[in-house]
Nanobody
Framework: VQLQASGGGLVQAGGSLRLSCVVS????????MGWYRQAPGKQRESVAL???????NYADSVKGRFTISRDNAKNAVYLQMNSLKPEDTAVYYC??????????????????WGQGTQVTVSS
């Protein structure tokens, strides 16, 4: 199972970016999908999550500015980031919890991570 993230970049404060992440490979079912971020010298933190039913959860620091969405048919998750601030600068990782095919009529649960995409917000 692979997660391919894209959409990071350099933007001025107040600007917007949209991150995308697609799950591919031997995936059977994707449950919760989400975005995490890790700034230099800090621990990785949850930014936004969305369940397979569309229920969302956001970190307090991004509420009202970021919107997470998903396309179940494409096994894709998106993060629309508006009103970006310098403190949003980090490497952003997509995550998926789900099940992959592990043999005839067998599935194994797992947690899968993308490779990370850099988001830099200049002041």
């Amino acid at each position: 199972v692979q997660l391919q993230a894209s959409g990071g970049g350099l933007v001025q404060a107040g600007g917007s970016l949209r991150l995308s992440c697609v799950v591919s490979g031997n995936i059977y079912r994707v449950n919760t999908m989400g975005w995490y971020r890790q700034a230099p010298g800090k621990q990785r933190e949850s930014v936004a999550l969305v369940t397979s039913d569309g229920v969302t959860n956001y970190a307090d620091s991004v509420k009202g500015r970021f919107t997470i969405s998903r396309d179940n048919a494409k096994n894709a998750v998106y993060l629309q980031m508006n009103s970006l601030k310098p403190e949003d600068t980090a490497v952003y990782y997509c995550h998926a919890a789900g099940w992959e095919y592990s043999g005839p009529n067998r599935q194994t649960s797992g947690n899968y991570w993308g490779q990370g995409t850099q988001v830099t917000v200049s002041s």
